[in-house]
């Protein structure tokens, strides 16, 4: 497939991402929210070679940063550390199955809440904890369907042509 069949795909899909993770919830489960935006980049890092998965990275974490009103880069930090992790050992991961994808991709989750509490540390922010660490877990167990979602849309130029 060529680069270009899969960049409104992969555009809306970060767009969508960005808005999930704007969406007030109720207070009860706003703490579980997962992290959409970290979650659509690592699938597209882990899905494609061919994607600007790194320039999208830094942009959607510039977007977060202003959006949450956080430290500039903050967000584009840790979502490019991430991305970049997983780009670089996507021939590793791309043989297993997606639990243990899953299983593997949640250091990659550990690793994006870590930097964001330490980057917060650093700035004195105060930062609850819960806020960070529960996100790792939702992320972690919603995986494997919004990966099997992603691969549905990722498909779809393919079966059009087809027809």
Do not use: C
Not at 57 to 71: E, H
Not at 134 to 140: C, N, Q, R
Request: glycine fraction near 4%; avoid cysteine.
């Amino acid at each position: 497939m060529s680069r270009g069949s899969l960049f409104p795909v992969f555009t809306l899909t970060l767009l969508l991402a960005l808005i999930l993770q704007m969406v007030a919830l109720p207070d009860v489960i706003a703490p579980f929210r997962p992290e959409w935006v970290a979650l659509t980049l690592v699938y597209w890092a882990y899905a494609t070679a061919d994607k600007p998965v790194l320039l999208a990275a830094w942009l959607s974490g510039l977007a977060l940063d202003v959006l949450f009103n956080s430290l500039l880069g903050q967000h584009a930090l840790a979502l490019l550390t991430v991305t970049f992790l997983v780009r670089r050992l996507r021939g590793s991961l791309i043989i297993f199955p997606l639990p243990q994808v899953a299983l593997a991709l949640s250091a990659a989750w550990v690793l994006y809440a870590f930097l964001m509490f330490w980057i917060d540390g650093l700035t004195h922010h105060s930062a609850v904890p819960s806020l960070r660490w529960l996100p790792v877990i939702s992320t972690t167990l919603i995986w494997p369907l919004a990966a099997l979602v992603m691969d549905r849309f990722r498909a779809q130029p393919k079966l059009r042509r087809l027809t």
